[in-house]
């Protein structure tokens, strides 16, 4: 049995509100595509409805997948969950807010071309925010993207957004290196790319700011400056390794 093209993975952590118009964008979207598809959510401890939810959408929508589990472990863990359970030729990692438009995914599949990874950006100057943040959230979104290029990943604008593709043998691989749980994942699973040789195209999008993030930024972001410091120095440990092999 061949591998869809395409598997999109959906972390989500209390999403009731908005997981059936969720879902049925989604739906929508990929009926009318040629290529093969499936769709995981992965439900990260929920204690609401989102789980019964996406359950009922599924046993009615083929290609529909709910991982449900408990307690709430991060979205680290869940992206993480989803990447190594879910296959396809690529795997597409979006935020259950769809903030970053799912049609936006065939920019990403375009722009992969001989890549290993191709990653949503705000900042570019070819972007489209037709929403954009709170200004204090974007003042401190730049700040903190400041830190990582410096420290981790440099010359990456956006190691956040939530809408990231990649082949699939990068990131079964990728993922299954990763350690964090929490909202760090992101610049992790980043950064041992980079470590491990795989190439990263970043992708102007389209991108409207949605109500209800799950970060709090003085708390969330303080923790991902000490991962931020932490993975610095493991990255060096990895990277002899990579030379030694």
């Known amino acids: 049995m061949s591998l869809p093209y395409l598997a999109v993975i959906v ?15 989604l739906s929508e979207y990929f009926q009318a595509q040629a290529y093969t598809w499936s769709v995981t ?3 990260d401890g929920s204690t609401d409805g989102t789980g019964e939810i996406v359950d009922r959408f599924a046993t009615q929508n083929p290609g529909f997948h709910l991982i449900s589990y408990g307690p709430n472990k991060g979205k680290g863990y869940a992206v993480r969950t989803g990447m190594l359970a879910a296959d396809g030729e690529f795997l597409l990692f979006s935020d259950a807010d769809l903030a970053a438009p799912i049609e936006e995914v065939e920019k990403l599949l375009l722009a992969i071309g001989d890549s290993d990874i191709a990653i949503g950006s705000r900042p570019l100057k070819e972007s489209r925010l037709e929403i954009r943040q709170p200004l204090f959230r974007e ?13 981790a990943v440099k010359g990456i604008h956006d190691t956040q957004c939530g809408f990231k593709l990649f082949r699939q043998p990068a990131a079964k691989d990728i993922f299954s290196r990763c350690k964090l749980d929490g909202f760090s994942f992101d610049f992790e699973s980043l950064l041992i790319a980079r470590d491990c040789g795989y190439t990263i195209a970043e992708v102007p999008i389209r991108w409207s700011h949605q109500e209800g993030s799950k970060v709090r930024l ?6 991902m400056l000490i991962d931020l410091i932490r993975l610095r120095l493991a990255g060096k440990k990895r990277r002899l390794e990579q030379r030694a092999d």
Do not use: C, H, I, K
């Open 218 to 223: 003085l708390r969330d972001g303080s923790r």
């Open 139 to 151: 003042w401190m979104g730049r700040a903190f993207n400041q830190a990582v290029q410096l420290l």
């Open 41 to 43: 959510v992965v439900s």
């Open 11 to 25: 972390p989500a952590y209390n999403e009731e509100a908005r997981m059936l118009p969720t879902l049925q964008r």
